[in-house]
């Protein structure tokens, strides 16, 4: 007579023994868990890390609305937009954008430079879990500073910022900011020290997200500088998301959507590899 336990049944001390996993699927719990503490790490210091971006981005759109005269007009995909209006949507993304990079690239970053790395890798996590709770809290920074945003636009007078095309705003919102999350991440493992991500957030995130289309229609730019921007993924994202707001765009959103969710999809698998591998990060 077979001595083993019918199928599908296991006594617990074997479950439990060491080698056996008993965690078969995916580790929700840990998985909440840690999507939890990437948010509470941002949440309790709230006033750096979403009111004060919330505020410096509204300080732009009272500059630049002040300066040129918010109701100076921008031809967008052929109709003309108030300046202010066409400014605020893209104020908006590129708040969500830098802020879901800033998170992201904090992450393993400060674990490497304080050596509590072990509390990312030790734990019975998943790669793929991993990965999704360090982007899930990146993405929820880049909405909070989003909705933090878009409210205090509500109180500056000349500017009439109501959503349109719902779907749009929350495709290349998202989107977008996942892509950012994967840049953080790759950021976060590649760099040794602050002054490495600072360097990836002034000299690629900065110009890219500033020369994209988010103060200009390209419409004015040479025709050099207009191919420039055709290969900027940050135009796209830009231009998508203001599509949800005025229902025009400088670029076709559908070709536009189609490439950020391309390159998320491609970098999100280049971070999976990297991390599964533990490149500089099991040293």
């Known amino acids: 007579m077979s001595t083993q336990p019918p199928s599908g049944e296991m ?3 074997i ?6 996993p008993t965690i078969r699927n ?3 719990g840990g998985l909440r ?3 939890i503490k990437e948010v509470r790490r941002f949440f309790k210091v709230q006033l750096q890390t979403v009111w004060a971006p919330a505020i410096t981005t509204l300080l732009f759109l009272v500059i630049f609305t002040v300066a040129t005269g918010g109701k100076r007009p921008v031809n967008v995909g052929g109709v003309d937009v108030p300046f202010a209006d066409f400014l605020a949507p893209g104020l908006i993304v590129m708040g969500m954008l830098q802020n879901s990079f800033a998170n992201s ?10 050596g509590t790395i072990v509390d990312y890798l030790m734990p019975p996590l998943s790669t793929g879990e991993l990965l999704a709770a360090m982007v899930g809290g990146a993405v929820t920074r880049a909405f909070c500073v989003g909705g933090a945003v878009f409210l205090a636009m509500q109180f500056w007078p000349g500017v009439r910022l109501f959503p349109q095309h719902p779907f749009a705003i929350l495709w290349f919102g998202l989107l977008g900011s996942v892509f950012l999350a994967f840049v953080g991440i790759l950021t976060s493992m590649w760099a040794e020290k602050f002054d490495h991500a ?6 690629l995130i900065a110009p890219l997200t500033l020369l994209s289309g988010t103060f200009y229609s390209i419409d004015k730019l040479a025709p050099a500088f207009q191919a420039f921007s055709y290969f900027n993924p940050f135009f796209y994202i830009i231009s998508g998301f203001r599509y949800g707001f005025l229902l025009n765009a400088d670029s076709n959103v559908l070709m536009g959507g189609i490439v950020i969710l391309v390159i998320d999809i491609v970098m999100g698998f280049i971070c999976y590899r990297l991390l599964r591998s533990g490149w500089k990060l099991k040293n």
Do not use: E
């Open 33 to 35: 868990t840690l999507y």
């Open 198 to 203: 600072a360097a990836v957030q002034n000299f």
């Open 105 to 114: 690239s904090f992450s393993l970053l400060v674990g490497k430079i304080q």
């Open 15 to 20: 479950a439990n023994a060491p080698g056996v």
């Open 11 to 13: 006594p617990s001390a």
């Open 26 to 28: 995916v580790n929700w």
